[in-house]
């Protein structure tokens, strides 16, 4: 079982590549990619959505970056006002294949580090499908001062991180292709 965790989900970015829809709100398999990341974090003590507020199928709080459309750096400093677990997962809503299993051992696999995430299908690690100590992503996010704007790689590069093999679970949706090829290869 996971040690206590809370959840920020970002989901107030502008999906140009979908021409303006809003990604979240694409439906996999009968479920948007915002309840199926919903759905994997459902253990979570505390849930936030950083961005509009949308319908879902669990209640969770909201909220906006400052300012609107400021930056994954933004999101992650407003949903770290949530939740007081020591332990943050920080997932994007364009995550479908995240489990429950996954998060779990996201958190348990955390070990000695600031952080352990998921490395998508091509070997990339993927800084927003992790899981975090929130101390360690508090300071990284308070040393950069305004997070507008800011890259989320170099915020992120004085944590000390573990990876996972490549997974499915760490593939996010990135265009159209992405949704309709669930499995690459396959």
Not at 54 to 82: C, M, Y
Not at 116 to 128: C, I
Request: glycine share 10%.
């Amino acid at each position: 079982m996971a040690s206590p965790f809370d959840a920020i989900v970002l989901a107030g970015g502008a999906s140009r590549r979908f021409g303006g829809v809003d990604k979240a709100m694409l439906v996999l398999e009968g479920v948007s990619l915002l309840d199926r990341v919903l759905e994997a974090t459902i253990s979570a003590r505390s849930a936030v959505v950083v961005g509009p507020r949308r319908a879902t199928n669990r209640a969770v709080s909201w909220t906006h970056e400052d300012p609107p459309a400021g930056g994954p750096v933004a999101g992650i400093a407003a949903g770290l006002a949530f939740g007081t677990a020591p332990v943050v997962v920080l997932v994007s809503c364009d995550l479908p294949w995240l489990t429950t299993a996954d998060v779990t051992s996201l958190v348990d696999g955390i070990g000695k580090y600031d952080g352990y995430g998921l490395r998508d299908l091509e070997g990339r690690e993927q800084p927003l499908a992790a899981a975090y100590r929130r101390e360690a992503l508090t300071a990284a996010t308070q040393a950069v001062g305004d997070p507008r704007d800011q890259p989320l790689r170099r915020t992120l590069a004085g944590l000390t991180m573990h990876w996972s093999e490549p997974t499915q679970a760490g593939r996010d949706v990135d265009s159209w292709a992405d949704l309709d090829d669930p499995v690459p290869g396959e």
